[in-house]
């Protein structure tokens, strides 16, 4: 079998659109178009290979589920050739291939019958599907009295039951409790390590950025970027919050504002620019390494270009995957000394002082200036790197987060209860 799981190309969906339900009869009869035609895909490209978990995002209407579901087999492209290769298990919407009516026992059967199981098979699977979807008191209750999330919990189980070649997740587990989502993520994670396919849509930039090998950005029915998920997520948020497109490469920037680091990501109106940011000790010294409880600033130099009389200053700390940490803005400060205007052609100096609470590791410090509409006026995503170290040799830490804890006292409660 092919090493490629899903093959695509120049696929293209155009759905016809009537203005109103006779408008098709209409046509039919009189053989003048009375439909627009609304272009949902347009000759996508993308080749995924076995093994890959794929990260689809980009804003509502880019074309996602319609190409999840063309991939799915639920939909038929207009044109262009596709090439899927493998067990396919999809969740496109909450309950797909569910009677509303049924028990949830009932979908248990139904969805499994859809997805190529015979009855024996699903019988041998029910016991671990009700285990893992957690409804064992409502299995037997009717679909249709199901919460949204409790609807979530059994199409994931339904679906994931079947061990896919590819498995395809569509937002589905947004609506799910905190529990059962770390619990699906998990079961994602082993599929991932077993070489499976997996395609998610996700709005989340953390979610692709622990769990994603790649990520494709879908805008009007393109492929507007695939690459890396921190990369591409970068561009994501330009295309959210840019005041004109971007370009269709993961390394565009304004060249007439050069880049710091290698992983700077810079876009923005530019009407005020962030001429540096450094991270200072307590000396006032620039550094890009700190310790573990030290204290630190945070300086920003800002170049207005024309007056600004309404901004906002923020900044974001990401690990190098693009998780994100700690984020804060201006609207959260002290603004006593904050002049209200920035007038053309002055520069301005911003310090935040801050205790590092971050444990060990490498990090990246992004910083901004924008409207209060969350226009950007420049961007600067990942433009500071700094390692954070510690000197207590008592500190042991997985995490991204580092807690100070100290010895307080032990005494035997039965001879002496009160001395701690």
């Known amino acids: 079998m092919s090493e490629i799981a899903i ?3 120049s696929v293209s969906k155009a759905f016809r659109i009537y203005q109103n339900p006779a408008d098709m009869l209409r046509e039919i009869l009189t053989g003048k178009i009375r439909h627009q035609d609304f272009v949902a895909l347009d000759k996508v490209d993308l080749s995924i290979g076995r093994g890959q978990v794929v990260g689809l995002i980009g804003r509502n209407g880019a074309g996602k589920s319609t190409l999840l579901k063309i991939i799915a087999g639920t939909l038929e492209a207009t044109s262009g050739q596709l090439e899927v290769n493998g067990r396919v298990s999809a969740i496109l919407e909450l309950g797909t291939g569910f009677n509303p009516e049924y028990t949830g026992r009932e979908n248990i059967y139904l969805g499994g019958l859809c997805l190529g199981f015979s009855r024996e098979e699903i019988r041998a699977r029910e ?14 209750r009717p679909f249709k009295t199901y919460s949204t999330g409790m609807q979530a919990r059994l199409t994931y189980s339904v679906a994931t039951s079947v061990d896919p070649d590819i498995l395809i997740v569509d937002e589905a587990l947004s609506v799910g409790d905190a529990k059962f989502q770390l619990k699906s993520f998990d079961r994602m994670r082993s599929f991932r390590e077993r070489g499976k396919t997996i395609l998610l849509v996700s709005h989340e930039l953390n979610t692709l950025g622990s769990i994603c090998d790649r990520a494709i950005l879908l805008d009007r029915g393109k492929v507007l970027a695939d690459g890396q998920p921190n990369a591409v997520g970068k561009l994501y948020h330009e295309l959210l919050f840019a005041s004109k497109p ?3 490469s993961v390394t565009s ?3 007439a504002i050069p880049e710091v680091t290698p992983r700077e990501h810079r876009y923005g109106e530019h009407r005020a620019i962030i001429i540096g940011v450094r991270l200072l000790d307590q000396a006032g010294n620039p550094s890009q390494h700190m310790d573990v409880d030290g204290a630190y600033l945070v300086r920003w130099e800002i170049e207005a270009q024309e007056d600004v009389n309404d901004y906002v200053l923020g900044l974001l700390i990401r690990t190098a995957t693009g998780m994100e940490v700690f984020g804060t803005d201006s609207t959260f400060w002290d603004r006593h000394d904050f002049p209200k205007v920035l007038r ?22 992004t910083a901004s200036i924008s409207k209060s509409n969350g226009t950007k006026l420049d961007m600067r995503f990942d433009c500071l790197m700094f390692e954070v170290m510690t000197r207590v040799r008592r500190l042991y830490t997985n995490s991204l987060v580092a807690m100070d804890m100290r010895f307080v006292c032990a005494a035997e409660t039965n001879t002496n209860p009160l001395r701690c």
């Open 7 to 9: 093959s695509a190309r």
């Open 127 to 140: 016991a671990d599907i009700i285990a893992f979807s957690e409804l064992e008191e409502f299995i037997d």
């Open 246 to 248: 971007p370009e269709t």
């Open 253 to 255: 920037v304004d060249a």
């Open 344 to 365: 053309a052609g002055h520069r301005y100096r911003f310090d935040i002082a801050f205790t590092n609470r971050l444990a060990p590791g490498r990090f990246f410090l």
